[in-house]
C-alpha cells in the first residue's frame, strides 16, 4: 500500500532562513511522482514541484527544491531565503504511474515565517 | 485561461438532506480527481476520472456517496442522506494527463460542506 509520512505537524523559521520540510514515502509501485502543494489559509492548493521517481537531478522551482533520496524513501522539501508569506500549510503528494492515477497525500506541515 | 471552479462555494445542509457538489475543470484536462479535506487533516482521495475510462472510486467512503462526469468535462459528486461527519471542504482537481509523468494537478477553490 502506498503511504505518505509527514513528521513535522509545525515549522518555525526566521525570515530569509532556509528551511526543510520533511516527506517520507512508501510504496511498491516501480515508478511514481512526488509532489508537493502549498495551501495558504485562504485554502487554495497552489502546486509548487514534482520529482519524478526515475529523474535523475533533484528538481528545482525557483526559491523551492526537492532533496530527494530514493534509497531512503524521502523527499524533502527545501525552501531557501524563506519569505512571509511563505508561512502556509504544505502538503506532500505521491502518485503511481502504474495501475491507476490514485494520488495520496501526507497529513501536512504548517510553516511559520518569522519577521 | 480560465482554472479550476467549483460551485457552490459554500454549502449548509441538515443532516440527512441530499446536497449535489459541481466541479467546472480546466478545458482541455482529461483527467478529474474529487478529494475530501476534513477540518485541519490532509487530503483523502475520493474518486478519480480519466476520459472515457471506468472512474477509479475506490476512495468513495460509503455507498453515499457517488459522482458522475457528463461530456468528459463537468463533474457532479452526490452526496445521499448527509451525516455530520460528511463536513468538510470538498475538492475538485484537473489535469492534462498526458502520460508524461508530471501529470500536475490544478484545483479549485473547493466547497465547504456543513451539515448541521
Known amino acids: 500500500a502506498q503511504k505518505i509520512t509527514q513528521t513535522q505537524p509545525g515549522m518555525f523559521v526566521q525570515e530569509k532562513e532556509a528551511v526543510t520540510l520533511d516527506c517520507t514515502y512508501d510504496?511498491?509501485?516501480?515508478?511514481?511522482?512526488l509532489f508537493w502543494y502549498k495551501q495558504p489559509s485562504s485554502g487554495e492548493m497552489i502546486f509548487l514541484i514534482y520529482?519524478?521517481?526515475?529523474?535523475?537531478q533533484n528538481a528545482t522551482e525557483g526559491r523551492y527544491s526537492l532533496n530527494f533520496q530514493k534509497a531512503r524513501k524521502s523527499a524533502n522539501l527545501v525552501i531557501s531565503a524563506s519569505q512571509l508569506g511563505d508561512s502556509a500549510m504544505y502538503f506532500c503528494?505521491?502518485?503511481?504511474?502504474?495501475?491507476?492515477?490514485?494520488?495520496?497525500f501526507g497529513a501536512g506541515t504548517r510553516l511559520f515565517v518569522k519577521a | 485561461g480560465a482554472g479550476v471552479s467549483q460551485s457552490p462555494s459554500n454549502k449548509v445542509t441538515e443532516k440527512g438532506k441530499d446536497v449535489e457538489l459541481r466541479c467546472d475543470p480546466i478545458?482541455?484536462?482529461?483527467?478529474l480527481y474529487w478529494y475530501r479535506q476534513s477540518l485541519g487533516q490532509g487530503l483523502e482521495f475520493l474518486i478519480y476520472?480519466?476520459?472515457?475510462?471506468?472512474?477509479?472510486k475506490s476512495g468513495l467512503p460509503s455507498d453515499r456517496f457517488s459522482a458522475e462526469r457528463t461530456g468528459g468535462s463537468v463533474s457532479t459528486l452526490t452526496i445521499q442522506r448527509t451525516q455530520q461527519e460528511d463536513s468538510a471542504v470538498y475538492l475538485c482537481?484537473?489535469?492534462?494527463?498526458?502520460?508524461?509523468?508530471?501529470?500536475?494537478?490544478?484545483f479549485g477553490p473547493g466547497t465547504r460542506l456543513t451539515v448541521l
Open positions: 482537481a484537473s489535469s492534462s494527463n498526458l502520460g508524461t509523468g508530471t501529470d500536475t494537478q490544478y
Open positions: 478545458s482541455g484536462h482529461t483527467a
Open positions: 476520472f480519466q476520459g472515457n475510462s471506468a472512474p477509479d
Open positions: 503528494a505521491m502518485r503511481g504511474n502504474t495501475g491507476g492515477f490514485k494520488t495520496i
Open positions: 510504496t511498491s509501485d516501480p515508478s511514481y511522482g
Open positions: 520529482q519524478g521517481s526515475y529523474d535523475q
